[in-house]
């Protein structure tokens, strides 16, 4: 599957507590990027690593990309209620034209 | 103000009927997208136009029809609504697909319910 696939699926966390979630994948790419999804809203863009990066960093979230693993995490720091969300990796093959979502990681922050 | 639009946000019709899906991007981007996302989250691309011009088609029926006037509105037209089809449907654009580093921005969805 050229997808990525998040882990855990599910995450629930206390308020102030950090949140990763893990995105593998199969391909060779360009660059991944992370989306948030609130309940019943569109997505939006977070953060975009190129192939060629190994870590970055935007307010609270730290991304990093392992591609001899073909990994990357999204950690979310001193988490908040408003953090709340699914979170999804979309990934663009190296020469490709779509860019391909996975499933998600349903991230639930505790007050 | 809203960069991404698409009407309306809930469709609730009866299985056989034909529905539309109309999306406005004021963003000026070249590139629109329609994606589909099922009960579980899984976000499926449909269709991209690239200034009106189709440049992706996965394995969608033919009974989904995308229409584009000009490159800033992406309409969706569906034939023949099965209860499969019942999923959320999201409109995105991007300032020129071809460019891999390019954000998508999303609208907000529209919740297709077929009874």
């Known amino acids: 599957s050229q997808q990525g696939e998040e882990d855990p699926q599910a995450l629930s966390i206390q308020e102030g507590e950090n949140a990763t979630m893990n995105c593998s994948y199969k391909?060779?790419?360009?660059?991944l990027q992370w989306y948030r999804q609130n309940s019943g809203r569109g997505l939006v863009h977070l953060i975009l690593?190129?192939?060629?990066?190994r870590e970055k960093h935007s307010g609270r979230l730290r991304v990093t990309l392992d591609t001899s693993k073909k990994s990357s995490s999204l950690l979310i720091t001193a988490s908040r209620a408003a953090d709340t969300a699914s979170y999804f990796c979309?990934?663009?093959?190296?020469?490709?034209?779509?860019?391909?979502f996975g499933a998600g990681t349903r991230l639930f922050v505790k007050a | 103000d809203t960069a991404v639009s698409q009407t309306p946000k809930y469709l609730v019709t009866q299985m056989g009927n034909d529905k539309s899906i109309k999306c406005e991007q004021n963003?000026?981007?070249?590139?629109m997208y329609w994606y589909k996302q099922d009960s579980k989250k899984f976000l499926k691309i449909m269709f991209s136009?690239?200034?009106?011009?189709?440049?992706i088609n996965e394995t969608v029926p033919n009974r989904f029809s995308p229409k584009s006037p000009d490159k800033a509105h992406l309409n969706l037209h569906i034939n023949s609504l099965e209860l499969g089809d019942s999923a959320v449907y999201f409109c995105?654009?991007?300032?020129?697909?071809?460019?891999?580093?390019?954000?998508?921005?999303f609208g907000d969805g529209t919740r297709l319910s077929i009874l």
């Open positions: 690593i190129r192939s060629n990066e």
């Open positions: 979309a990934l663009r093959n190296t020469g490709g034209f779509k860019t391909i």
């Open positions: 391909t060779s790419i360009n660059n």
């Open positions: 136009y690239n200034n009106k011009e189709l440049i």
């Open positions: 995105a654009s991007s300032q020129d697909g071809s460019r891999s580093n390019q954000p998508q921005h």
């Open positions: 963003l000026g981007h070249d590139t």
